[in-house]
């Protein structure tokens, strides 16, 4: 479980009011009302809280790992003296008492450590949580890369089952394969596991993922290959075509036996796959109005297929249109070079707000964190937390 420290909530969620409880403070109870009560009680008459919280503080009062334990520990004490309570029945009071009226312990599975009380008022809450979503995140990078160091492994199959304990979907993922007999060990090929998967799998991203993670780690293990969409063949690459399918938009790579076989309904690429660049293919694709998720998913695959580099870091550009104030976040690993073949197509000037160092994950996380501003494809509403978060990146 992730642990908080009470400092980081204290720097960070207004109002916050840190109440100490004095060492001989447990001596002093009194064993008519419930522990949690007289927390409470005490929590007002040493002026932690207005008066008029009293009835709602077991909302507003969040305690340490340590504190809780005492309070639990200290409560069963009580009950035990006062009802002659033992084992499960106690253990059972103690329990009610506590979903009923104590202090909150845990924030989305995260525990705040250590000793204390601290008070945080309603209308600090939604900044509370998003504080915590951020600790949680930071805590579970860190464990994900500290199993990610230790990964190895003679094929993918391998190579996954040393991930197992990783807190994220690859690791939920692993533990679900090391219990099928059935699994593909010796695929050599991410399309052999998801077709063994099938497309009703929950873990397919997770397999596209976990793919990438591997032959980025022994990319001499794969030599490029491509996958027809039409046969559903394994293809040589030198042979593929990359073309749009015109009745729903699609992207796709094709054979050359079947290229003939669409050519009356599909808009092809006049670079072959083997030799066409990100930059070509994100215009290519864009020209014909393709999402900026579905051109995402494409290159990824070209990269599972080892066509388009894996550890290749691009750059994350943030520019605004001059005359509509909307903002463009989108990745490139030539941002400058994007910048003007965008301009090339918009009638009115692009400002370059930014460029950071990152890949299309990261872009694709920034997509998902202002959705709620999205106004189309990867442009977005100039809203002040975007405007933000761009100053201070
Ligand atoms: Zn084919």
New binding site residues.
Partial sequence: MIKISPKELIDEVPDIQSVALPDNWFRTIDYDITIFKSLYNWMIKEGAVPKEFATQLHNMTYVGEVTYKKLLDAESKRIKKKYNLKEDALKKAVFRLDTGSGPISDIYNCRISGNCILVIPDASRSKLFSVVIKIFERENDKAISKIKNKAAGENFYQWLISQIERPDIIGAFAKEVKLDKEFPRDAEYCESIESYLGVHCHFLDAVEEAWIEYVSQYPQRVNPYAW??????K?NVEVAQIAICEEYGGVRV?????VP?VSHRSLFCETPLFQITQEQLQNFTESHGLEGYEIASFIERLKIWGVFPLNETGFIYFIQSEDTRKIKIGYSVNPTDRVKTLQTGHSCPLRLLKIIPGDMKFERALHRKFFKFRVQGEWFEPHPDIIEYISKV
Avoid: A, G, P, Y
């Avoid at 027809?228 to 063949?233: A, H, I, S």
């Avoid at 094709?254 to 079947?258: H, I, Q, V």
């Fill in positions: 027809c969409n039409e046969c559903n063949q293809i094709l054979c050359d036996s079947c076989k």
